[in-house]
């Protein structure tokens, strides 16, 4: 790993600096800080990197990767093993898993054979600089402040969390006596943290774990679009796409959220939502070296990130799932037979490691699974922006079959600056897609159709649209980085 060139470091001090005294400004004691990033680096991050290291899942020299990774998976080792012991009533389980998976790591690298070949290099300056816009931007909540206006859906995690630190088997805090069926793995390293602390959830549900995730989310899209497109800086331009996306309405004159964009609020303001897209950059990764180089430690990756994925939000595996066939497809229609059977691997390996939860998730007539239903374009005819072109064109324009050209303007300002900029990179590229490229627009495409087939209350079916955006927009960071490509590359400063 180079040193680290001195806007990188003002960078990466600042980031420092924000993760540590925007929590004391917000009202959070410092002791209470200081446990929960103790709690990161003891059961998360030390953990996570020498697994990592140790078993050769990523280059032992691309240390962006290996923090980037190697948190990923000690978040969902932490999220697995907390959820266990609350179930099995052992509140220790944590920490062994912790000290386990880093003396498993130890143990692994003394016999460790030579690692995989480093990927592109990143792009530290520009890297640090959206990391810390995401930290900048991600809002913060505190029991110090708890009489501040707070987003409903933050009460809803915030209750459903309580609950996971209060007992088990759950109860909904909502309807006394109705069982809890959710997602529940991004509430257990706050729970964990509070516990350690002897501190209110508040404080490390809504104003220190979220800095984590939204930071880990900014590092975790610009690895994953490092190993999907070779280019650091697409990767850093790809993860800031994603962290400032926006819905256009009013940018075009209609009203603010007219397209029922709401990518940012899943980031910033769902604990659930922002734990999914973390594990799903997580398996992009560990797929692409499963593909590529095969290895039943890779394997082994996409199993704990698969399941850990269907605790933290139910709708990312199934579109996961649905890209994983979509990419087999391809491989067989290719007659590319050694790809297609690690394809084949991968899907049952994800969908056995996912069902014990999803299914547990799903069970019984207070699921919430059980509020959704088919209904063909919900998403698109209930938004602002097909009111508007009903009140301009007609409401035959918005109807039927003739609601087609309305529907693929509405898709197109949905996705955004994203979607433009990957179908320019789509349009502008020379060579075939690679196998795990094809597996990201399978994913999307599955996003799309689901998203447009399902109606769910609140318009939640776009939580399985949510992750294709995720890999869509490094596919647009991809096209910008082509277009804004000079003879000598972009700015030094992004080096």
């Known amino acids: 790993m180079r040193a680290l060139s001195p806007a990188a470091l003002v960078l990466a001090a600042l980031l420092a600096a924000a993760l540590v005294v925007r929590p004391v400004v917000h009202g959070v004691p410092a002791s209470t800080v200081l446990v929960f990033w103790a709690a990161v680096l003891g059961q998360v991050v030390v953990p996570g990197v020498l697994v990592c ?24 080792l932490q999220g697995l093993a907390m959820l266990a012991g609350r179930a099995l009533g052992a509140a220790w389980l944590p920490a062994a ?24 290099s990143p792009a530290p ?86 800095l984590l995730w939204v930071s880990l989310l900014a590092l975790q899209a610009a690895n994953a679009g490092r190993v999907l497109f070779g280019d650091g800086r697409a990767g850093a331009i790809g993860a800031a796409v994603i962290l400032l996306h926006t819905d256009p309405g009013r940018f075009l004159g209609l009203a603010p959220g007219a397209f029922n964009s709401h990518l940012a609020t899943g980031i ?24 590529t180089r095969g290895g039943r430690r890779h394997l082994a990756a996409v199993c704990l990130l698969a ?12 579109v996961v799932l649905g890209g994983l066939a979509l990419a087999a497809l391809r491989a067989l229609a290719l007659r590319q037979p050694a790809e297609l059977r690690r394809w084949a691997a991968a899907f049952a390996v994800a969908a056995v490691a996912g069902a014990p939860l999803t299914l547990w998730q799903t069970q019984g007539e207070e699921s919430y699974s059980g509020m959704a239903r088919l209904g063909l374009g919900a998403a698109f005819s209930s938004s602002g922006f097909a009111a508007a072109a009903g009140r301009s064109l007609g409401p035959g324009a918005v109807s039927g079959l003739a609601a087609l050209p309305a529907l693929a303007v509405w898709l197109v300002g949905y996705l955004g600056l994203a979607g433009v900029a990957a179908g320019l990179w789509l349009v502008r590229r020379k060579d075939r897609l690679s196998p795990i490229q094809a597996w990201a627009l399978g994913l999307v495409a599955t996003g799309v159709a689901a998203s447009l087939l399902l109606d769910v209350p609140g318009l939640s079916q776009l939580f399985l649209l949510y992750n294709g955006q995720l890999l869509l927009g490094l596919f647009g960071g991809a096209g910008l980085a082509q277009a804004l490509r000079r003879p000598r590359g972009l700015p030094e400063i992004a080096a």
């Open 53 to 76: 290291r140790g078993a050769r899942l990523c280059p032992p020299t691309d240390g962006w990767l290996l923090l980037g990774q190697g948190a990923t998976l000690g978040l969902a």
């Open 125 to 210: 300056a520009l890297t640090f600089a959206v990391v810390l816009t995401g930290a900048l931007l991600q809002p913060l909540a505190s029991a110090e402040r708890v009489g501040s206006p707070l987003p409903f859906d933050l009460l809803f995690h915030a209750g459903t969390a309580g609950e996971l630190r209060h007992r088990w088997p759950l109860e909904d805090p909502r309807v006394a006596g109705v069982p809890l069926h959710y997602h529940l793995l991004a509430y257990a390293l706050p729970v964990e943290a509070a516990d350690l602390a002897g501190a209110p959830l508040a404080d490390p549900l809504f104003a220190l774990a979220p």
């Open 97 to 120: 898993a912790a000290l386990a998976a880093a003396a498993a790591g130890l143990a692994l690298e003394k016999r460790a054979a030579e690692g995989p070949p480093a990927a592109a």
């Open 268 to 291: 910033y303001g769902s604990p659930t939502t922002v734990c999914g897209l973390i594990l799903l950059a997580g398996l992009a990764v560990s797929l692409e070296a499963w593909i």
């Open 307 to 318: 399941a850990a994925a269907s605790g933290a939000k139910t709708t990312v595996l199934p």
